[in-house]
């Protein structure tokens, strides 16, 4: 609990690079259907995917939360692509960061994950629960 290794120490010297690594890296491309946007979030287990453009730069986020809105207001799914659901130019933060610095980011903008890029080049996404699992918080 007080050694350096613990929380405190964690902190210090952790970063956003040891956590998106081990995770998935979900996308779909903006014509994508509806049916690849869900299977994507589901099979990525980050509660988002990502929406790269045709040379594959990151471009948007859908999470399940935008999934769940577009429903709410949405009688229709037929012909629905990701480019109608995705939220352009997504929150993210480079892999170099530490991790307490996208704990507090998560925390400021109320949001569970963020995305890993360096120049709209996308690494993956770090999730609320990365880093909750390994005691930062």
Same mark, same amino acid.
């Given at each position: ?21 081990? =995770? ?36 948007? @986020? +859908? ?22 659901? /995705?939220?352009? =130019?997504?929150?993210? +933060?480079?892999?170099?960061? /530490?991790? @307490? ?18 120049? =709209? =080049?996308?690494?993956? +996404? ?12």
């Amino acid at each position: 609990r007080f050694h350096p290794g613990g929380a405190l120490g964690k902190q210090l010297y952790l970063r956003v690079s040891d956590f998106y690594k081990n =995770n998935r890296r979900p996308f779909v491309y903006p014509d994508d259907s509806l049916q690849k946007v869900l299977i994507s979030i589901s099979s990525g287990r980050m509660g988002a995917t990502v929406v790269l453009d045709a040379a594959d730069r990151l471009t948007g @986020i +859908i999470t399940d939360g935008d999934l769940r809105r577009f429903f709410e207001k949405s009688s229709s799914m037929t012909g629905v692509k990701a480019s109608d659901l /995705m939220h352009p =130019n997504p929150r993210s +933060i480079g892999p170099d960061k /530490m991790a @307490i610095e996208a704990l507090k980011l998560m925390q400021d903008l109320s949001i569970s994950q963020l995305v890993v890029a360096e120049e =709209n =080049n996308y690494l993956g +996404i770090i999730h609320l629960h990365d880093l909750i699992r390994e005691g930062i918080v």
